[in-house]
């Protein structure tokens, strides 16, 4: 595989190897997080001195449906010893899903020193490198964040609404029995409760996982992406893109690559997706 610098991406500085990481595990301006869909591989094994950020529990509000709010980010931040000039460093199961989520809320609140570890968990074990069960504790922090930025890189669905009636670009990035309407979900991911199947209007579909090399999990260099979202669905690099799945989450990986990798300046993610679509009186649906 070629070096992230050789892959050709508008931003190479937000991907780190598996060996950045290795040569900065006792870096104290380096913290490195996990975030997994599978709750259980963290206290199985991680990268020694990682801490574990779990999209349910600490980032998602315990009653609303919404993110955690500007006080509980600083409280997460703060508990895990991240300063604001911490660099933080996510990685995680199944191409660094769950980690691309975990970065975008980051960058709601403004933490921009932000990376992604190219390979994520896979890649590490592939390589085997050292893992550990022991638990971190760091000294505490005040962090301090921004208010959390609703407009710049998240989209609700009365936007989404007026962006499919402007014929403008939506990728769909769940799989083709989800987008045609085949099936409400799939069996490897959680039943979120979805009355209809089917996909909006005019949205085009690319799985989200095309994006990453399916042997180790690393990105695909900047021609294949390009050749993927550019020549097969026609996207171009000043479109204005709104990217959904089922709940927010594989969509955060295709806005990471479409946003940071190909350079897109206006890529947002609509984390309402498809639970909150599908199951929404009056709005249109395709089959």
């Known amino acids: ?31 490195i997080v996990e975030s997994n869909e599978d709750q259980l591989l963290y206290p199985s094994g991680h990268i020694p001195g990682a801490v574990q950020i779990d999209w349910a529990a600490d980032l998602n509000d315990p009653v609303r449906r919404d993110y955690l709010d500007k006080a509980k980010f600083e409280e997460l931040m703060s508990r895990n010893g991240i300063s604001n000039d911490t660099t933080v460093v996510f990685y995680g199961d199944k191409n660094n899903w769950w980690a691309t989520y975990a970065f975008w809320v980051f960058q709601l609140f403004g933490h921009k020193n932000a990376k992604v570890m190219d390979g994520g968990r896979l890649k590490w074990e592939q390589e085997g490198r050292e893992m550990t069960r022991d638990v971190p504790n760091y000294p505490r922090t005040e962090y301090r964040a921004q208010e959390r930025d609703d407009q710049t890189i998240r989209a609700f669905k009365d936007e989404v609404l007026a962006h499919q009636s402007a014929g403008k670009p939506l990728v769909d990035v769940r799989s083709p029995q989800e987008y045609s309407g085949e099936r409400t979900h799939m ?8 009355l209809r199947g089917g996909h909006i209007p005019g949205a085009k579909n690319v799985p989200w996982a ?49 946003h940071y990798l190909l350079g897109y300046p206006k890529v947002k993610n609509y984390d309402g997706s498809w639970t909150e679509w599908g199951n929404s009186v009056g709005v249109p649906i395709e089959k």
């Open 187 to 194: 069996p490897e991911y959680p039943q979120e409760g979805v």
């Open 210 to 258: 095309r994006a990453a090399n399916p042997d180790d999990g690393t990105f695909k260099t900047a021609d294949d992406l390009k050749s993927i979202y550019e020549q097969e669905i026609g996207l171009k690099q000043d479109d204005d893109v709104i990217a959904y799945c089922r709940i927010g989450e594989r969509s955060s990986h295709t806005w990471f690559v479409l």
């Open 1 to 31: 595989m070629s070096s992230i610098a050789e892959r050709g991406y508008a931003n190479p500085d937000v991907l780190v190897d598996t060996e950045w990481v290795a040569q900065h595990l006792d870096d104290p301006n380096v913290r």
